[in-house]
Structures are given as C-alpha cells and as structure tokens.
C-alpha cells in the first residue's frame, strides 16, 4: 500500500511525517478518534536512509504487504483458530456445548489479550513499519 505525506521534521534519522487520509475516511464519523491530529491527518515516526531529505519535502511511503497480510493474521485469524482448537479439544474431553462455548470464549479473549501484550514487542520491529521510499516532487 502506497501513500504520499510531508516531512514536519527529522531527528536522528527519524522523520515525523504528516499524511493525508484518502479515500472515504473524511466522511467517516469515526474519523477524529483515528488520529491524535485530528479528522484526515495521521503522523508517523519513520526512519530516514536518504541523507537529502529535510522537513518540508513530500515523500512516497509504502507499507509491505506481507507486513499487513502478517499483522491481520496475527490479530483476525490466529485468536479464531487458537479458539477453535480449544472447543475441539473441550468438546472430546466430553464437555458439552454450555462448557464448549464458555471455553472457545476464553480462549478467544486469551489469544486476543496475549497478541495485544506482544504488539508491545512486535511493533517494535522495522518488519511492520511503512518505509520512506521515495520523494516526491
């Protein structure tokens, strides 16, 4: 997925970058809870390879598709199957349906409560973060 933002500032070869929603999101009533910056902005902290790169320049940013087939696995899929496996597990231990699907609940909010711990520790990586590829002029 490729975007386009402004350079607001860089320190330490990190940049902040303003960027535009598109799409629908300027008519959504939801979007003033996205960002902090309010409706149609959103800032990132980027890391900067280009040494030519100053506050003020518009930037190409892309975010890998791996890396955002990996995070809606991670948080969509995983908890559901970590649940499924629980009530199958449950369900030929001779529990029945009550206690089933008290236990596929559990262990969905478990799953989804585990994954939101590690974002902690998985967003830390470069491997989910959008990269500067290219300015634009």
Known sequence: ???????LKINDNRATVEMDFKGGCKNCGA???CTSKGPGKRELNLS????TLKAGDW???ETRPRS???????????PLLLAFI?????HTQGAGEGTGLLIFFLAFGLAEGVIALLDRWIGRH?????????PIS
């Open 1 to 7: 997925m490729r975007e386009t933002g402004r350079i």
């Open 31 to 33: 979007s003033g809870m």
């Open 48 to 51: 900067v390879n280009d040494a």
């Open 59 to 61: 930037i190409e940013i």
């Open 68 to 78: 955002l087939l990996t995070a809606a696995f991670l948080v969509f899929i995983l």
């Open 86 to 90: 629980a009530y199958f597990i449950a």
């Open 126 to 134: 470069r491997f989910f973060e959008p990269e500067i590829i290219k």
